[in-house]
């Protein structure tokens, strides 16, 4: 690895740390990922679950650290602290210190001998069990290798006698060693509230008060009830949960911050959700909230599904005790309502305390040796428009550090910090690797013509899949199909132990033919790619059953049934593997060349990243002008002015040299592959027609601003859209000095029948108006009516700060909406105050509605056609993958930025922007594209030149040759087996998908039922 100052430190080996890493390694930049526990992954590693997905998708990041290219530009360093940082940007030097892990890395093979011989001597990171266990967090631990807790080791000789590989070294001190670095990454997340202190919730003195964390142990499989959800005060199942939210967070308790943490609600909205998947009708489960903060793209829907498909309880209430009266045997929580008793008392057998995240002590006093300015809650402070950049140069941060979010937001920043600390690092020059410095793999070894040897490998996954159905079964199944040489119940099979005894069986058992058992080919596929490849295997002989996806997570409550199609998906794959051959894969030039879709702030700043990394850049804008959305903004929440950042991206957009600014462009067709992408547009106002070339897409169309036909909206002139307000307030004070009453209403065409999800903006805006309001006119009474207010994160004290300066806010119910009606040069308002529990009409000088964002319908529509690019249900860009991938799209080369993935604030907008960018320049780096094996074949003896193929192939790639018969260029075919379902000679295959593999999988599938 190169030992000079160009490369990037990553402090915290968190998601957001080794997504930073990831894509600094993909785009070639080396990195030193530094963590001070003895394995990275961070609060993920406890996570059984996500929403809407499973976390054994999350903890793939961290091994990927390790594989293939990105090995080399990684340098991994866990139980290290950083003890002193010097320098400025460009040249930082930093000091670390490694504490001894009693561990020899190279030697260790995770076999667990230690640990089953001496388990006090081995560390542990605790949930609810607090003996002294392994450091193995979860079975993809990074690096995997156990650490010695030598302080309570008695016998030394009999604890090395007890390792087989001789890896325990007891004469490790640790080490001390000054790095330098051009930029610093500062993502060591973020800790937990703990609520020991807060005597009337119980948590000191109940043993089933619990925080949703150690309830997630508890759950969990791999916790300390191995998944048995039981109470911890008597080992029985509960019958009733609650979850108290806010706790550490929004300033109620001692000690607790003024911000909101983001998250919480989510969480309780997993974790009730999974309680009653596991348990259904079993178990009550009930949430005590003040707003349900669901304001993440598709989150209103899984609220939703809580309440109306799961029937999760939700109580608008602050409890105020948790006790257990003297010959009670359950807790008592007592609350009260706003529109009900005061004190109104229920018994429950576990109570869960969501709590909020913190700074940590130890990362406040590193966060001073950054000499990072610090706001009240301890976080850095960014800039107002770009939250990764802090207020020292050259210092970048992202996630929880930043402030408290959620894992989409956690990896759209770690993707934007990796590009800023890229951009301080000096250009390298191209060095081309010879074969000695290339990992080298074992040559494929033949097997056509050799009688099939499949192994097959179950993986249990914990609850994920043995929690379901009977995995051992499923396994010893399997062995009795024909052909299959070895079947084995494999665990975690994308472990990295996982996977080294996978390999090594294939070598001892010579199999030549592989399939898994287990999680999704689309997260999991290229990984077991890699292990068939290094054992000597071509890798598509290999086949996965998608047993997660499709069969335990769709059927947990039918074990019986699920385990019986499980084993159909086993045996239809191993017919299928049996029949596939080694395939080659194709490969083509990379164009470096990017088309950004959208000219807001989003696609602007996205052009100008990849620009200033010296690419050529398309910016293609349907309108006149650049600008966006964001033109006709004045001012954010934080008090920012916005026409200057726009105006600044302008002009540095169309001065750049390595931009073309395309206005009037219509997309009208693309066809291509990722890395060799053709758009064709109409450009000006004569409409010519152009094509560029390119080798990645960037889209960031924006969305628009709703427009409802509510509450006399275009048809009474005191009636406004927050967004028009803005401008009365700014262009116009002089009118704003003359309103007594102003009401503002919410979620206006949002969180409807029509358009359920949040629109996310709207909370904000209101309380950034209603401020700048009372700035101009601090006589004025201002109402705003709302149902749940989102001011997430730290925009929680902007929302405390109009309510000290008299705002009053008044919620409202779905079942009974504001009354509006024009009266004279008024707008009189009625509305139902749940406090009062009386009905009140306000005479409004001004009635101003939150009416949000929504997607361009028709704009968008138009491109998923052409770009083949899904959208959601309410149109905007569908990602790849909502926690992993949340700026990828699924078609490979193509990214999403701003509010064209879905509503966002402007720093937001700009963030994914800059993720955008860095992903794309994980693409960009490379020399040539990987098109896999995934190709049309003809065979010409077949062939009738009947031309079916060249007019139903929706890419024309097909066309009949000089000898008479179709012909596929496979570095054009995109895979899609259109040519293959028409041909009436049959004529065509698909490779990867032949025939006979197809017809294989449905004779097995009906094996049963023709039996």
């Keep these: 690895m190169n030992t000079s100052n160009n490369r990037v430190l990553v402090i915290g080996g968190g998601m957001a740390g080794i997504r930073t890493a990831l894509d600094l390694a993909e785009a070639e930049k080396n990195v030193i990922l530094v963590d001070r526990a003895y394995s990275i992954g961070g609060l993920m ?96 631990a990074t690096p995997q290798a156990f650490s010695i807790d030598m302080a309570k080791c008695t016998d030394v000789k009999a604890l090395m006698e007890s390792c087989p590989a001789g890896a325990i070294n007891p004469d490790d001190f640790g080490s001390r060693r000054e790095v330098k670095c051009a930029s610093i990454v500062f993502v060591p997340g973020g800790a937990l509230f703990d609520p020991s202190h807060l005597d009337y919730l119980g948590y000191a003195a109940q043993a089933d008060v619990v925080t949703s964390l150690e309830y997630e142990r508890i759950l969990s499989a791999s916790g300390p009830t ?65 707003d349900m903060r669901t304001m993440g793209k598709d989150y209103e829907r899984y609220f939703l599904r809580a309440r109306d498909e799961f029937g999760v309880r939700f109580v608008r209430s602050r409890p105020h005790s948790v006790l257990r009266p003297a010959g009670v045997d359950n807790l008592v929580v007592t609350y009260g309502t706003d529109s009900g008793p005061v004190n109104v008392t229920e018994e429950f057998d576990i109570v869960v305390l969501s709590t909020g995240f913190r700074v940590a002590d130890d990362v406040r006093v590193l966060a001073g040796k950054l000499g990072l300015d610090l706001n009240s809650g301890g976080f850095p402070t960014t800039d107002g428009f770009n939250p990764v950049v802090t207020s020292v140069p050259g210092v970048y941060v992202a996630g929880v550090i930043e402030a408290p979010k959620d894992i989409p937001e956690t990896m759209v920043q770690a993707s934007a910090a990796a590009i800023m600390a890229a951009g301080d690092l000096a250009p390298a020059e191209k060095v081309e690797k010879t074969e000695a410095d ?127 199609k499980a084993k159909d998906l086993v045996r239809m794959a191993v017919g299928s593997v049996v029949r596939s051959q080694p395939l080659a894969d194709h490969s083509l030039p990379m164009n470096k060349d990017v088309l950004v879709v959208g000219g807001g702030v989003a696609g602007m700043t996205a052009a100008l990243q990849l620009a200033d990394h010296g690419h050529k850049v398309y910016l293609a804008e349907r309108s006149a002008a650049l600008g966006g959305q964001a033109a006709k903004i004045h001012r954010t929440l934080e008090g920012d002015e916005v026409a200057p950042l726009v105006r600044d991206l302008v002009a540095r957009t169309e001065a750049h040299a390595n931009i073309q600014v395309i206005t009037r462009a219509l997309i009208v067709d693309h066809s291509g592959l990722p890395g060799m992408f053709k758009t064709g547009m109409q450009t000006g106002r004569q409409m010519f027609y152009r094509q560029i070339e390119h080798g990645v897409t960037i889209l960031a169309t924006g969305a628009l601003p709703n427009r409802p036909a509510q509450y006399l909206l275009d048809e009474c002139s005191q009636v406004s859209t927050q967004l028009e307000l803005q401008a009365l307030i700014a262009e116009n004070p002089e009118t704003v000095r003359t309103w007594d009453n102003v009401v503002m209403i919410q979620c206006v065409g949002s969180r409807t029948a029509d358009n359920p999800n949040c629109s996310r903006i709207c909370c904000q805006t209101a309380v950034k108006n209603a401020l700048r309001i009372l700035e101009v006119n601090p006589e004025a009474r201002i109402f705003v009516l709302y149902r749940d207010m989102r001011t997430y994160g730290f925009q929680e004290e902007y929302y405390q700060k109009a309510r000290q300066a008299g705002v009053i806010f008044a919620r409202y119910s779905a079942e009974a909406p504001p ?193």
């Design 45 to 140: 590693t406890q996570l059984d679950r996500t929403f809407p997905t499973n976390n054994c998708d999350l903890c793939t990041l961290a091994p990927n650290l390790s594989e293939g290219s990105r090995q080399e530009h990684i340098e991994l360093v866990t139980m290290t602290t950083v003890t002193d940082v010097k320098g400025t940007k460009g040249d930082f030097t930093v000091q670390l210190e490694t504490a001894p892990r009693f561990i020899n890395l190279d030697k260790c093979t995770a076999c667990g001998e230690c640990h089953k011989k001496f388990p006090e001597w081995v560390r542990f990171t605790p949930g609810l069990d607090h003996r002294a266990p392994t450091c193995m967090r979860y079975p993809q």
């Design 819 to 1011: 009354q509006v009606k024009a009266v004279g040069n008024m707008v009189e308002v009625t509305f139902n105050d749940p406090v009062l529990g009386r009905e009140i009409t306000v005479n409004a000088d001004r009635l101003c509605l939150s009416t949000g964002l929504v997607a361009d319908e028709d704009g968008n529509d138009e491109l998923a056609m052409i770009f083949k690019i899904p959208r959601t249900a309410d149109g905007y860009f569908l990602e790849d993958h909502v926690k992993l991938r949340p700026v990828d799209l699924p078609v490979p080369g193509f990214f999403v930025a701003g509010t064209a993935h879905g509503p966002k604030l402007i720093r937001e907008s700009v963030a994914q922007a800059l993720a955008a960018s860095s992903r794309a320049l994980t693409m960009l780096a490379r020399d040539t594209i990987d098109l896999g094996a995934r190709a049309a074949r003809v065979d010409r003896d077949r062939c009738a030149a009947c031309l079916v193929c060249v007019r139903a192939c929706p890419f024309g790639i097909p066309y009949i040759n000089a000898d008479g018969y179709s012909e596929i260029d496979p570095a054009k075919c995109h895979g899609c087996g259109v040519c293959a379902s028409v041909c009436p000679a049959k004529a065509i295959q698909l490779m990867q998908f032949e025939d006979d593999r197809i017809m294989a999988k449905l004779e097995e599938l009906f094996e049963r039922s023709i039996a």
């Design 226 to 290: 191995m998944g048995r959800l039981i109470r911890p005060s008597n080992g029985q199942q509960p019958k009733k949960v609650a979850w108290i939210q806010c706790v550490g967070s929004r300033g109620l308790q001692k000690g607790a911050g003024q911000y909101c943490s983001s998250a919480c609600c989510m969480f309780a909205l997993k974790e009730a959700i999974v309680t009653k998947e596991r348990f259904g009708d079993d178990i009550e489960t009930t949430i005590f909230y003040m």
């Design 438 to 564: 290339q990992e080298l793999l074992p040559p494929e070894f033949g097997v056509v013509g050799e009688e099939p040897r499949v192994g097959v490998f179950i993986c249990d996954c914990g609850e994920n899949i043995g929690g379901v159905i009977d995995a051992g079964a499923l396994a010893d199944y399997a062995g009795t199909l024909p052909h299959v040489a070895v079947s084995r119940l494999q665990g975690h099979g994308c472990s990295r132990e996982s996977m080294r005894q996978i390999q090594q069986i294939i070598v001892d058992e010579k199999i030549n033919r592989v399939v898994i058992g287990g999680c999704s080919p689309r997260t999991h596929e290229a990984k077991f790619q890699e292990v068939i490849r290094k054992a000597g295997l071509n890798r598509y002989l290999l086949e996965i059953a998608n047993i997660r996806d499709q069969v335990t997570w769709v059927h947990a409550n039918r074990a019986e049934g699920a385990t019986e």
